[in-house]
Nanobody, 117 residues
Framework: QVQLAESGGGLVQPGGSLRLSCAAS????????MGWYRQASGKERVLVAS???????NYADSAKGRFTISRDIAKNTVYLQMNSLEPEDTAVYYC???????????WGQGTQVTVSS
């Protein structure tokens, strides 16, 4: 079984920053990729950023230049640094990971990010 524990969400003013963390119960190399998705109210869940087993990163157009995904291998943790936040970034952010041995998808419980003045 895999657990993904997210933290770091909250309320921030436009232009502010937040860092989300996702601590996995297994080593990051046990996953094909880890990433962050978000789901705004009434909308579908969409990819924000991902990092592959080899360390390659991928970003949604809306995240490019503002968000950075990174990982700490020793801590089994993936981060999402979000800068220049906009009200349109308001959503529940979910950590995602795909396990290599089973190809199963795992999700965290979600963390709310609200950008508002």
């Amino acid at each position: 079984q895999v657990q993904l524990a997210e933290s770091g969400g909250g309320l921030v003013q436009p232009g502010g920053s937040l860092r989300l963390s996702c601590a996995a119960s297994r080593a990051v190399f046990d996953f094909n990729a880890m990433g962050w998705y978000r789901q705004a109210s009434g909308k579908e869940r969409v990819l924000v950023a991902s990092i592959s087993r080899g360390g390659s990163t991928n970003y949604a157009d809306s995240a490019k230049g503002r968000f950075t995904i990174s990982r700490d291998i020793a801590k089994n943790t993936v981060y999402l640094q979000m800068n220049s936040l906009e009200p349109e970034d308001t959503a529940v952010y979910y950590c995602h990971a795909k396990l290599v041995v089973t190809q199963y998808d795992y999700w965290g419980q979600g963390t709310q990010v609200t950008v508002s003045s």
